[in-house]
């Protein structure tokens, strides 16, 4: 028995070794889930606060992670308003003024619409093994999935949170939630991806509950009500020419 052990031993250290995955494959396959070429979506934005609560419609308009385009449809308050981001860019048009202005500096760390989420967050369309340093933590489990738990390091400064912490379901590979942090060290926000859904071969997460821990209320939560990839999208929705119209 002894010689049997000392003969499968060493084969089993291999074999594991072989089978273990590394951080840098995990956010691969995560990228690969969360981007794609093209991405037009219909989503509704819900503001949770201590006095109301507040729902917004939009239609968005997405080409790789350099440019986004965002039209709210709804309510009337807000339906018109439309936002555009090119590669390190973003305006944002308002009807009721009929002014396009562009969105920097301290204004990035502004609230959208009152809700949880910057214009910071709006440009942070970013691939995590491009823009992070990943290091395996301890598995975890959440929401009744068995996770990797990865800790990333921005690789620059430029980035709007320096840390992040994700734990990625293992089966489906996508973060499940996420905590983000400044530079400082301090926990600035949290989010709770669910609603996984597989659609064209890839898996995906249908509902984002963002909470900013510095504010008060339940949070904001997205959800999207429908969503394609890789289709054809006129280049028009990518120009500041699109906001006026």
């Known amino acids: 028995m002894k010689k049997i052990l000392s ?6 250290l291999f074999a594991g070794t072989i089978c273990a995955i590394t951080a840098e494959e995990i956010l691969a396959k995560v990228d690969e889930n969360m981007n794609a070429g093209t991405v037009k979506s219909t989503a509704r934005m819900i503001v949770e606060t201590r006095r109301a609560t507040r729902t917004m419609s939009s239609v968005s308009y997405a080409k790789g992670t350099d440019t986004a385009f965002t039209e709210y449809t709804a309510p009337a308050r807000e339906k018109g308003t439309k936002m555009l981001k090119i590669k390190d860019d973003l305006w944002l048009y308002n009807p009721s003024t009929d002014r396009v202005i562009q969105i920097s500096g301290n204004m990035l760390k502004q609230s959208v619409m009152g809700s949880d989420l910057s214009y910071e967050d709006f440009m942070e369309e970013i691939e995590l093994a491009e823009a992070y340093i990943a290091t395996m933590l301890e598995d975890k489990i959440y929401d009744e999935r068995r996770c ?14 320096s840390r992040r912490v994700i734990y990625v379901d293992k089966e489906r590979m996508v973060p499940l939630y996420q905590e983000l942090y400044a530079k400082s060290g301090k926990k600035l926000k949290t989010m709770r991806l669910s609603k996984v859904t597989k659609i064209k071969g890839r898996w995906y997460p249908l509902q984002v509950v963002f909470k900013d821990e510095l504010k008060s209320g339940n949070g904001t939560t997205m959800i999207i009500d429908e969503i394609s990839f890789d289709i054809d999208i006129p280049d028009h929705y990518f120009t500041k020419a699109v906001l006026r119209k």
């Not at 003969?7 to 089993?12: D, E, R, V």
């Not at 990797?148 to 949170?161: F, Q, W």
């Open 7 to 12: 003969i499968l031993l060493p084969i089993l």
């Open 148 to 161: 990797y738990v990865l800790d990333l390091m921005a690789k620059t400064e430029n980035l709007a949170y």
